[in-house]
């Protein structure tokens, strides 16, 4: 979802207290770079304005903030066919047919991508993968319009549209640890996480990877959530093809399907995060780059007898005819999109870390700093390796055939 002012209001005030509380704040300089820092290459170097002198203190790591609560109705419903709705205040009706009789009236929150546009009534793609029409009255809609100019060094962090896609949800739990430790809860607290960094001003020091407080790295312009909070929990059904259209009816910068990963062929003594990039598209294979890069100095801390495959890094998947992607989240998306395997939860060591807070922060620090620098730096990424062919399958991700919008009480 969108953040709104009172989850930045909230976040502030955490870190302020988290500041004020404190026994380690140390003092630094930070300036406002034209570009930011790359993380990779000792010889880059930036023209930075005269310092400023500013407290700093690592964060509390907190519990992610739940959704923000839904929103009003849009006053004057803006120009645009696609973008993305969500359902207002008392939730909002939803037909088959254009002006036809609602079957639903969806649940206050819920998002739906914006597919078409017949005057003030909205064509939408349902998170059970079927088209319909929803009354611009009842929503709040926001126009997937995007800047011409491409990410990269120069490119305006304020104006980026991210996409952020918990794995699974609803009936599809995806993975179960030894211990019992579902997937899905895992993936949605994840993305939480990194949504609300995504969110606030940061400064992020590059040697070390901490997020810092400080003001160099703005908050992104809009964050979009595949699963929303709509009944509490967000533990809703959404389909693959739903969750790509709604990054390509946003218009989004990037695309990250957070997910935890199962089945290894071997251990290791550095993790086995693996990062699935869209075979045909250079800015994703980078941003996969970035991510791996990240999660292996995010995760390196953490002292655990890793599982991994053998061909763990950032790689590709495709089907037969060797140019398609093999995830349907990918194939259909038409933006950079990566799809994330950040640890086993089949691996006990693992599930363990996963169950703690402080690893799952950790996992979204690293989506945060691969995400700063894919969108403000030219890094090309690293840790690419050429897929082994795996016949086993992914599995669908298609809806149930019961499935259902979830409605409003």
Avoid at 86 to 94: D, H, I, L, Q
Avoid at 124 to 147: H, K, L, M, S, Y
Wanted: hydrophobic share 35%.
């Amino acid at each position: 979802m969108l953040l709104t002012r009172s989850i930045l209001t909230t976040l502030a005030l955490v870190l302020v207290a988290a500041a004020c509380t404190s026994a380690q704040t140390t003092s630094t300089t930070e300036s406002p770079p034209t570009t930011l820092v790359s993380a990779t290459s000792s010889s880059s170097t930036t023209t930075q304005a005269p310092p400023t002198t500013l407290e700093v203190t690592l964060p509390t790591v907190v519990p992610a903030e739940p959704e923000p609560d839904p929103p009003a109705p849009s006053p004057d419903l803006p120009n645009g066919v696609t973008g993305v709705a969500v359902a207002a205040v008392g939730g909002a009706e939803v037909a088959e047919s254009l002006g036809g009789e609602p079957f639903v009236r969806a649940h206050q929150g819920l998002v739906f991508p914006v597919v078409g546009r017949a005057g003030h009534w909205l064509q939408v793609e349902t998170q059970c993968e079927t088209r319909a029409w929803i009354n611009g009255d009842q929503v709040a809609f926001t126009p997937g319009a995007r800047e011409i100019n491409s990410t990269g060094a120069g490119f305006d962090f304020r104006t980026a549209v991210v996409v952020l896609d918990p794995g699974h949800g609803g009936p599809n739990t995806g993975a179960v640890g030894p211990a019992g430790t579902v997937e899905k809860d895992l993936n949605l607290d994840i993305a939480r996480r990194t949504r609300d960094l995504l969110g606030t001003s940061h400064a992020v020091d590059w040697e070390t990877g901490a997020i810092l407080t400080g003001s160099s790295v703005p908050p992104v312009g809009t964050v979009w959530m595949t699963r929303t909070e709509g009944p509490p929990g967000a533990d809703i059904e959404t389909g693959l093809v739903f969750r790509a259209t709604l990054a390509n009816a946003a218009g989004a910068h990037a695309l990250v399907s957070i997910h935890n990963n199962t089945s290894p062929d071997t251990q290791s003594e550095i993790t086995g995060a693996e990062a699935y990039y869209r075979v045909m598209d250079s800015e994703s294979k980078r941003l996969g780059g970035l991510i791996v890069e990240e999660l292996r100095r995010g995760f390196g801390s953490f002292n655990v007898e890793w599982a991994t495959a053998l061909d763990a890094g950032a790689k590709y998947r495709v089907r037969s005819d060797g140019v398609t992607d093999l995830y349907g989240v990918l194939k259909d998306a038409q933006v950079p999109a990566v799809l994330v395997e950040g640890a086993y939860l089949s691996n006990p060591a693992e599930e363990q870390l996963l169950q703690t807070p402080e690893f799952r922060q950790a996992y979204a620090d690293a989506i945060y700093r691969a995400l700063v620098r894919f969108l403000s730096t030219d890094d090309p990424g690293s840790g690419f390796v050429e897929p082994i062919n795996r016949t086993a399958s992914p599995g669908s991700g298609s809806p149930q055939p019961k499935c259902t919008i979830p409605a409003q009480p």
